[in-house]
């Protein structure tokens, strides 16, 4: 028995005849075009469209010109800004005007778009519209940077320093506010590696700033360590001063912050890594090496651990376990819950070869089953550990073997467990995935594991549940930020333990979805 679910449709396109065009009605940009983000207020989104190896030299509205109006000898290579808040879009473009290949003019033209037209507009009304500073994206890696933006370089005998700023100017036309935006940064990050504030995983350096340095070393640097990560170092200024440093957790790079001010606690989520950094700092044997937090205060893919999530009953379902890799050299020595006051839940030995971690939870009663295995007289031992937190209360209690098992009972009585899965990222061990394309077609067949690693049949225990896809695409074919990831559901329960997913084939109607799920049963 088949079944099949369709979602959402991604336009692709080519610029048409070599012409390099921003389609502001369908916000269709062609390949060959730079997108640079940002916003300006909350709930909105900035967009600036810069040709790359060629110019843009054409503005739409459908199929529409807006400019040029006519073709002549002149060439034009337009900068082109978009502002969507709410119900709200506004553009602002500037025209390069070449003869004979020599720049002869700079200017600026805006407009507004509502109710399926667009308008030119003042300058004046364009800016009452805009009453708040426009925060530039910036990836730090080596990508193409925004025009607005500027670069000097220090020499020192150890290392080259990268300083960016905004312009407060373009071609003579002033960013002061009034007449044109002001522009400072925005969210800063690397879309390569990951930021560490404490021990969480952050998906960016900071939310804005003025001034951004980045440190580079020479060649013949002697320190070792720093050497070994291009660049090594990033500043980033306001009204604080905030610095990460390159280091490496198991194999990994990350920005790990080192310097910081007050600033950095106005946000909860910094402030509480950050007081569990210190607390553990401030400990004798610092932080165990390697410790779940089942609170993710401690983000659990720095230390390779992977995890599943889903759903069981009224009850929220994390599968964690370390990944595959690191399974013959490390271990899970500590389990801890960050949020509540005592927060140590198991300690464990390295006696053991196989680990699994399961957290359930509702809004009552917490229950962390451990299962671990190891071998003793030639024989396999398997042993659970399970702990209860109920509501209001400060630290885990251990429950006694027949308590134990009626709770592993009670969950079994609910199976199966219903897991989430994101068809567009890497899946965790407990699911296979395969791929069969003949070239115009793509299939991907996703399936659980019929045993997990301690020989236990999964076939009564897993389903999948809920399926998601990362849209990469926003509005029409405008890319989102690299850091973020913007998970689109395509059905809330597939409810099987085998599915496939069929992409758009290149022979397929227009109306035909992107993707099509198919429902498998055994």
């Known amino acids: ?51 790359d190896s060629e110019p843009i030299s054409e503005l739409r509205y459908g199929n529409e010109v807006i400019f ?134 952050r998906p960016y350096l900071t939310d804005e700033c003025v001034s951004i340095s980045i440190y580079k ?6 320190n070792l360590f720093q050497f070994m990560f291009e660049p090594f170092r990033i500043e980033l200024y306001d009204h604080y001063k905030r610095s990460y440093e390159m280091r490496p957790i198991l194999g990994e790079e990350y920005w790990v912050l080192n310097e910081y001010g007050n600033d950095m606690l106005l946000d909860d989520v910094n402030k509480n890594s950050l007081k569990l950094f210190r607390l553990y700092k401030r400990h004798p044997y610092g932080l165990p090496i390697i410790t779940l937090d089942i609170s993710e ?12 999530a889903g759903s069981i009953a009224n009850w929220k379902y994390t599968l964690y376990k370390l990944m595959d890799n690191f399974e013959n050299n490390l271990a899970v020595k500590t389990v801890i819950d960050s949020k509540i006051e005592y927060r140590s839940i198991l300690i464990n030995k390295r006696d053991y070869y196989i680990l699994n971690i399961e957290v359930y939870r509702n809004e009552e ?23 209860k937190l109920k509501l209001e209360m400060k630290k885990y209690n251990q429950l006694k073997d027949k308590e134990g098992t009626k709770i592993i009972q009670m969950f079994e009585k609910s199976y199966p467990i219903k897991l ?40 009564n225990k897993y389903v999948f549940g809920a399926v998601y896809a ?41 109306s035909t979805p992107q993707y099509q799920l198919f429902r498998l049963r055994t």
């Open 217 to 222: 070393s020479h060649t013949g640097y002697n």
């Open 1 to 51: 028995m088949t079944s099949i679910i369709t979602i959402l449709t991604i336009t692709l396109i080519e610029c048409v005849f070599g012409v390099i065009y921003v389609d502001l009605k369908n916000f269709i940009v062609p390949n060959g075009v730079n997108v640079f983000h940002g916003r300006f207020n909350i709930n909105s989104r900035y967009f600036m469209f810069v040709g």
């Open 365 to 387: 009663e917490t229950y962390v089953i451990q299962q671990r295995s190891y071998e003793k007289r030639n024989s396999t031992i398997n042993i659970y550990d399970i702990h």
């Open 68 to 201: 040029p109006k006519e073709n002549g000898s002149q060439e034009y290579n337009l900068l082109v800004e978009l502002f969507i808040i709410n119900k709200v879009i506004l553009v602002s473009f500037y025209v390069h005007t070449f003869n004979d290949g020599l720049l002869k003019s700079v200017n600026r033209h805006t407009i507004s778009i509502s109710s399926d037209k667009y308008s030119h507009i003042s300058n004046e009304e364009f800016i009452s519209k805009i009453n708040k500073p426009v925060l530039v994206s910036f990836d730090i890696g080596p990508k193409p940077k925004h025009p607005f933006i500027k670069r000097s370089i220090s020499d020192d005998v150890n290392f080259k320093m990268y300083r960016y700023k905004l312009e407060n100017n373009y071609k003579g036309f002033k960013f002061d506010g009034k007449s044109i935006p002001l522009y400072r940064f925005g969210y800063v990050y690397d879309s390569n590696r990951p930021a560490v504030v404490g021990y969480t995983k």
């Open 420 to 459: 989430d899965i994101n068809v567009d990222e890497e899946q965790p061990s407990l699911f296979e995935r395969k791929e069969l394309s003949d070239g115009e077609m793509t299939i991907h067949h996703f399936s659980i594991k019929e045993t997990n690693d301690f020989g236990e049949s999964t076939l």
């Open 470 to 510: 990362t849209r990469s695409f926003q509005p029409g074919n405008i890319p989102l930020e690299p850091f973020r990831k913007n998970k689109v559901m395509i059905t809330e329960n597939i409810n099987t333990n085998k599915f496939i997913v069929r992409n758009k084939s290149t022979f397929d109607d227009l």
């Open 297 to 308: 205060l401690i983000s659990p893919e720095i230390f390779g651990i992977e995890k599943v």
